[in-house]
């Protein structure tokens, strides 16, 4: 129970991140050192940058990777208000995050469970403990408001 109430409020630090960002699709990441204390926290930036690769993951790994000085991030969980795509799912994994919690499920592109499963897969090196589903229907709703 105390696990969930954990997930639930680092959830609810990635909706804020997500509600803050005006131009792209608010996804919120929030990435957190063994210790709980949070490391680096962003939003999707691709329509601001011009970056494709400017998901909130990826920028959140950057962050918390220069921060912890270290690319390897074991120990660590990343907080997501959306499932990962394939590109930040096998980002995730190479920087040995440790754990990741997800809001909403994404069946176009959902790499964490609904299309593919890369975090799990056993034929790559590491495969960090998942938590889904945490604030689904907040994550979900954010999006949903987004896109109408």
Not at 77 to 96: F, I, S
Not at 128 to 148: H, I, T
Request: a negative charge.
């Amino acid at each position: 129970m105390i696990r969930r109430e954990q997930h639930e409020q680092w959830m609810r630090r990635a909706l804020d991140v997500a509600s803050a960002s005006a131009r792209d699709v608010p996804v919120g990441a929030v990435l957190l050192g063994p210790d709980g204390a949070e490391l680096a926290a962003a939003g999707n930036e691709r329509e601001l940058s011009g970056d494709p690769t400017a998901h909130a993951e990826i920028l959140a790994l950057r962050r918390a990777a220069a921060k912890h000085g270290e690319w390897r991030l074991e120990g660590c969980t990343l907080v997501v208000t959306l499932e990962p795509c394939t590109m930040c799912a096998g980002a995730l994994v190479l920087a040995r995050v440790s754990t990741l919690v997800f809001g909403a499920w994404e069946p176009k592109t959902g790499a964490v469970g609904s299309l593919w499963d890369v975090v799990r897969d056993r034929r790559l090196n590491h495969r960090p403990e998942v938590y889904a589903g945490v604030l689904e229907p907040e994550c979900a709703a954010l999006l949903r408001d987004f896109f109408r």
